[in-house]
């Protein structure tokens, strides 16, 4: 498949969309997978944290992160932030 990574700016923020031509995620995953421990994987291989841990990072900055799918065709992610100079802790 093709990963295609693209950034731009998005009314004052930055926007980094992640594409893949993959298998993609079936509809009644969507609305898990950012939780914790939540593995579709029958092989011992993860355990499931990677999309919760990002989803904890990017809301720690402020940001906003989604998925668009569709089962054959691939997967979307888009990851948007402000700027750094516009973090308030």
């Known amino acids: 498949g093709t990963l295609t990574l693209r ?4 009314r004052g923020n930055v926007c980094l ?3 893949d031509t993959g298998v993609g995620i079936p509809e ?4 898990r997978i950012f939780e914790a421990f939540f593995t ?3 092989e011992v ?4 944290l990677g999309l919760a841990v990002s ?18 065709h691939g997967t ?12 308030h802790a």
Do not use: M, W
């Open 55 to 72: 989803y904890g990072i990017v809301q720690a900055h402020q940001g906003t992160i989604a998925v668009r799918s569709t089962p054959g």
């Open 7 to 10: 950034c731009r700016a998005n």
């Open 45 to 48: 291989s993860g355990v499931g």
């Open 17 to 19: 969309e992640v594409e």
């Open 28 to 31: 009644e995953n969507l609305g």
């Open 76 to 87: 979307l992610f888009t990851v948007e932030l402000p700027p750094a100079g516009d973090l």
């Open 40 to 42: 579709t994987k029958k």
